[in-house]
Nanobody, 118 residues
Framework: QVQLVESGGGLVQPGGSLRLSCVAS????????MAWYRQAPGKQRELVATITNAGSTNYADSVKGRFTISRDNAKNTVSLQMNSLKPEDTAVYYCNARYSGIRQYDYWGQGTQVTVSS
């Protein structure tokens, strides 16, 4: 059974930092590309950051220079370090694992709430 379990969300003031983590089980983690998405109330889910199984990263323009995605294959963990947080970063953040081969496998975590407010 595949599980992606996020943690690290919470309430933070504008300009503050949070670190999200996602621990995966039930998959061969090192083979999967990992990503963080977010969904704000009334908005579509959007891609925040990705990291390939080789470690290449990509970011949404809105978070470039503020967020950093990383992975630890030994711990089956992907993290998202979020600095200089803004109220518009408020959303539920979801961890995603994707394997693209002959077949594509796509798994999601349950989400963790991030609220940026004074």
């Amino acid at each position: 059974q595949v599980q992606l379990v996020e943690s690290g969300g919470g309430l933070v003031q504008p300009g503050g930092s949070l670190r999200l983590s996602c621990v995966a089980s039930g998959i061969i983690f090192r083979l999967y590309a990992m990503a963080w998405y977010r969904q704000a109330p009334g908005k579509q889910r959007e891609l925040v950051a990705t990291i390939t199984n080789a470690g290449s990263t990509n970011y949404a323009d809105s978070v470039k220079g503020r967020f950093t995605i990383s992975r630890d294959n030994a711990k089956n963990t992907v993290s998202l370090q979020m600095n200089s947080l803004k109220p518009e970063d408020t959303a539920v953040y979801y961890c995603n694992a994707r394997y693209s081969g002959i077949r594509q496998y796509d798994y999601w975590g349950q989400g963790t709430q991030v609220t940026v407010s004074s």
